[in-house]
């Protein structure tokens, strides 16, 4: 496998490439400009890239040509998981989308639920959602990296599919594998801004009660930033 590649990822990207399985094809669903394809080439992986619209899929063909790489890639038009054949690919990462799209996706190709396959995620929202739904999904969480980015902070998730379905904390949803992580105080800050403003959308009641509570557990966290 290459040792320097030309191609710079931001902190996001990069997180997700570390999670990945060397020698394992990867699918880079909703590729848009093609960085992350073209490196995850120049690393040596079998890649193949998708995304729902034709004009950033060009985008990605002109990046990777640029890279030299465009003949070690598939790009392909088309839904989340849905122009790949099931078992085609071992792993696959899906950045910058909502948690509900993610699930969507991974819901629509249920191939993926084998055991083994990995997922690397950067969802641009909802992140404790996705936490929640992957484990019920029986997705175990391996690792995750708060990162911050654009002055906004985000979690990139990695979990494998073992097949056991899990009812996890709220505790767990809220953070997960973060604490103690570099950037996890951002990301508890940014997690109980969040929460605050759905406690003020809500009426009173166990669910308020509970978010409360797990508010409270947030605040009282003594993590670095």
């Avoid at 990046?63 to 071992?90: F, M």
């Avoid at 996890?184 to 109980?192: H, K, N, P, V």
Wanted: glycine letters at 10%; one cysteine or more; proline letters at 7%.
């Amino acid at each position: 496998m290459a040792t320097s590649n030309p191609v710079r990822l931001d902190a996001r990207l990069s997180a997700c490439a570390g999670y990945l399985r060397p020698g394992v094809p990867v699918a880079d669903v909703g590729c848009d400009h093609g960085k992350l394809t073209a490196y995850l080439a120049l690393q040596g992986f079998a890649v193949v890239g998708t995304d729902i619209h034709a004009a950033p899929l060009e985008t990605a063909r002109a990046t990777c040509a640029a890279a030299g790489c465009l003949d070690r890639v598939s790009l392909r038009l088309g839904d989340g998981l849905a122009p790949l054949a099931p078992g085609e690919v071992g792993q696959a990462v899906l950045a910058g989308i909502s948690a509900a799209t993610i699930l969507q996706i991974l819901d629509a190709a249920p191939w993926v639920r084998t055991p083994g396959f990995r997922l690397a995620l950067c969802p641009a929202t909802k992140t404790p959602l996705l936490r929640r739904e992957l484990a019920r999904r029986g997705f175990a969480l391996l690792d995750e990296t708060p990162v911050v980015a654009a002055g906004r902070c985000y979690a990139v998730l990695c979990a494998e599919y073992d097949g056991q379905p899990r009812q996890p904390t709220g505790e767990f949803c809220l953070m997960g594998l973060s604490l103690g992580k570099n950037h996890a105080g951002a990301l508890r800050d940014d997690t109980a801004c969040k929460l605050e403003k759905q406690i003020r959308g809500m009426s009173p009641g166990a669910e308020r009660e509970e978010s409360l509570r797990l508010l409270d557990w947030l605040r009282s966290l003594s993590l670095p930033d």
